[in-house]
């Protein structure tokens, strides 16, 4: 503690689960955002990750509730907010915007995506397998073209309708700290915008590491089109993210409102690891160059520069790298705007515990969660395109 | 032009699955939840019907008047006699038959308010248990009806820790507390009624720190007609750690 704070100031509230929340969600807005690319944008190189991209969002997406859940307690009350919603609460109707992106986009997308290998991995397994899959499909096995023409149709439109909700989802996010107009940290109506592309980063960023990675495992040759094409997205990602940062910024800078002082202070001393080195410098400077450098993005040739087996190395490390300058984002966004006192005349400090409620134990291992559902979900649908059956082993 | 197989079987599950919430509402929604406000009505009944377990102040005062005339003059006026005794509504109906609880002997009760908190008040007494005659029931020193520190402190850092910490890191460090303000010594004693006193105008300061005044070594000065004239000088400067 330094200088003078409130007594209600002197312990934080949100701790780390709660910076965990946006991270998380973040990464499930980002996922969809990407696996769009290939289904609406027709962005045909980075098919290869489509259908990991919408598995991972939708392994995260089962897991963003649960740091709230942890965080408030009681989760055996947690259905009451859909049974009894206060329609006045932002963070009651989130549940309605999760619901809705739960069930309306991300399993539908990926059941018409999906429902042509269920139904031949039906028709080719036996035992539980067969009733499994046979349950999936929900008895819809007719693979006449029309048919099939319909999944692709359907798929679209619900990938169409799913960008405003991956929006919305993350959108809320940042919208639940830029309206808590008393804490000039937060207040600000940029903040959905640079949650949101900070969310397309990370998303991109995840599906990236998680592509390169999974390939290895699989003893497969990794899509070098496909991984320079996620380089290109990803960098160009970043430029808007940090320009919309930089704005913010600035903006604060320029209208130098009576917190500045406090706030320049908390950067300079509090949050001098986690902002000015985790997420400007390890987190967006050195990726920027080095994608900059390596990937396709700035070349007027199209391609990329540095042999095959480099460029991957060069895009796990910026993966890696611009991830924990993401967490670092929630990081700052959320413990930041509790450091400083709201006289303006002092600081308090935050300590991690490591077991707890609120612990870091309890947030790596929600951090590890969706990477076990994730890996579930590549058993029972495997995503890679060996892994598809042919349609002559159905006749 | 015919429905795909696959819009009929979806369709059943989503009404299934809303018919389910429509379901889940009537049976879980309490009846009565929403009359009143954003919450289950029939609790305001359910709540007044509980028994009740505090007496309240008065009823204790009524026969124990003479520990009531103390506690009213000390410094635990505002303290309801249960919230150390516990509940005492069966020994108001049996004062013979049911006794209260006797008062705390392990130094459990006592630190809930007088240990070391930042967030608590200036001035309120506060201490660490650790270090603070451990061992020893709070009530062995202290009497708990109208306590007083059995001791008037000699530092002004037994209750001002905050600010004494504070202080120690400043510029101001080496100025002792009575340099600033004046403390009666009923202070000491009734610290809430006799309160110490505080500058009041910008002369104070420029003892120090006016540029007419001799050059004191290490303080900064400042020109007193030009820096603010019409502010005074802790509505910027935080005398207490004055860096800030």
């Known amino acids: 503690m330094q200088g003078y704070i409130y007594p209600n100031e002197f312990e934080l509230q949100w701790g780390l689960l709660i910076v965990l929340y946006p991270y998380v969600t973040g990464l499930v807005a980002g996922a969809f955002i990407l696996a769009s690319l290939e289904r609406v944008f027709n962005v045909k190189e980075v098919q290869p990750t489509y259908r990991l991209a919408l598995l991972t969002a939708l392994a995260f997406l089962l897991v963003a509730p649960l740091p709230l859940l942890g965080h408030l307690g009681h989760p055996e009350r947690s259905y009451e907010i859909f049974l009894t919603p206060n329609r006045q609460s932002a963070m009651a109707m989130f549940g309605f915007v999760y619901a809705w992106y739960l069930a309306v986009v991300l399993l539908l997308e990926v059941w018409f995506e999906w429902r042509r290998d269920m139904v031949l991995w039906a028709q080719q397994s036996t035992g539980v397998r067969h009733w499994v899959y046979t349950a999936l499909t929900l008895g819809a096995t007719d693979l006449s073209e029309r048919s099939l023409r319909f999944d692709d149709k359907a798929g679209r439109w619900i990938t169409i309708i799913g960008i405003p909700s991956a929006f919305l989802l993350h959108g809320y996010v940042g919208f639940i700290f830029g309206s808590v107009k008393a804490n000039p940290w937060w207040s600000s109506v940029l903040m959905p915008v640079v949650f949101l592309f900070s969310a397309i980063v990370s998303g991109i960023a995840l599906v990236l590491i998680l592509y390169i990675i999974t390939s290895l495992i699989r003893s497969r040759p990794v899509d070098m089109p496909c991984v320079d094409k996620l380089a290109t997205f990803l960098f160009y990602a970043m430029i808007v993210d940090v320009s919309l940062e930089a704005l913010d910024f600035i903006h604060r800078l320029y209208e130098s409102e009576e917190s500045i002082e406090i706030l320049a202070q908390m950067v300079e001393s509090r949050l001098f690891i986690s902002l000015i080195v985790l997420q400007l410098v390890l987190g967006t400077l050195v990726p920027l160059v080095l994608l900059g450098f390596f990937s396709p993005a700035l070349r007027t040739s199209g391609r990329s520069r540095g042999a095959d087996e480099l460029r991957r190395l060069v895009y796990l490390v910026v993966a890696i790298l611009v991830e924990i300058g993401i967490f670092s984002i929630r990081w700052n966004v959320v413990v930041g705007g509790q450091l400083f006192s709201k006289s303006l005349r002092g600081l308090t400090v935050y300590k991690v515990e490591l077991l707890g409620q609120e612990g870091l134990a309890i947030t790596l291992a929600l951090l590890a969660l969706p990477l076990f559902i994730l890996w579930g979900l590549v058993k029972l649908i495997p995503p890679w395109s060996e892994a598809r059956p042919s349609d002559a082993a159905a006749h | ?244």
Not at chain 2, 20 to 47: C, E, M, N, Q, W
Not at chain 2, 146 to 159: F, K, L, Q, R
């Open chain 2, 1 to 244: 032009m015919k429905i795909p197989d696959q819009v009929p079987r979806l369709a059943v599950v989503f009404v299934v699955a809303v018919l389910a919430l429509v379901a889940a509402r009537s049976i879980l929604v309490p009846a009565t939840f929403g009359k009143y406000g954003h919450y289950r009505a029939a609790a305001v009944d359910s709540i007044a019907a509980r028994q009740v377990r505090f007496a309240g102040r008065q009823e204790c005062e009524d026969c124990h008047d003479d520990i009531g005339a103390v506690r009213a003059g000390g410094n635990h006026r505002t303290l309801s006699c249960e919230v150390c005794h516990g509940p005492a509504e069966t020994h108001v109906e049996a004062p013979f038959d049911v006794l209260p609880e006797p008062p705390d002997q392990q130094r459990r009760l006592c630190p809930l308010c007088h240990q070391y908190n930042p967030s608590r008040p200036t001035g309120f007494p506060q201490i660490d248990p650790v270090v603070h005659n451990p061992l020893k029931p709070c009530i062995s020193c202290h009497n708990p009806h109208a306590p007083v520190p059995p001791s008037v402190p000699g530092e002004c850092s037994a209750c001002h820790g905050s600010i004494a910490r504070q202080k120690s890191l400043s510029h101001h460090a080496n100025l002792p507390c009575v340099t600033c303000h004046s403390v009666p010594q009923q202070h000491k004693l009734t610290p809430r009624t006799v309160r110490a006193t505080k500058p009041t105008e910008r002369l104070f300061c420029a003892q120090c720190h006016a540029t007419r005044t001799p050059k004191l070594e290490g303080a900064p000065q400042i020109d007193l007609q030009a820096h603010y004239p019409r502010d005074l000088c802790w509505q910027c400067h935080y005398p207490h750690y004055p860096e800030t």
